[in-house]
């Protein structure tokens, strides 16, 4: 899943099409606006999920289950 800013970033300090380059190396991708995607849905499981880039605000999101948008789920127990 990516934001809008995510491709800014990308675009600004990488100068590459992130939505282009993320469909060569991941099995699927979302962006934040589709909240039909399966990983909006705590029961969607997964073996692994890298947040690339991470602000601190983005990582307490995840730690603590608080967020403002559909992209930053809670990390499930184990």
């Known amino acids: 899943m990516y934001t809008r800013e995510a491709i800014k970033v ?8 992130l939505e282009n380059d993320l469909r ?4 699927e991708i979302y962006s ?7 990983t909006s ?8 999920m890298s947040i690339v880039p991470c602000s601190i605000r983005t990582l307490a999101e995840v ?6 948008t ?6 499930p127990a184990f």
């Open 10 to 17: 990308a675009k600004v300090e990488n100068d590459i099409g």
């Open 41 to 48: 849905s705590s029961s969607y499981r997964v073996d692994a």
């Open 70 to 75: 559909y992209s930053v789920e809670p990390l």
């Open 32 to 38: 934040e606006g589709e909240i039909e995607a399966p």
């Open 24 to 27: 060569k190396v991941a099995d």
């Open 63 to 68: 730690t603590s289950g608080i967020t403002l």
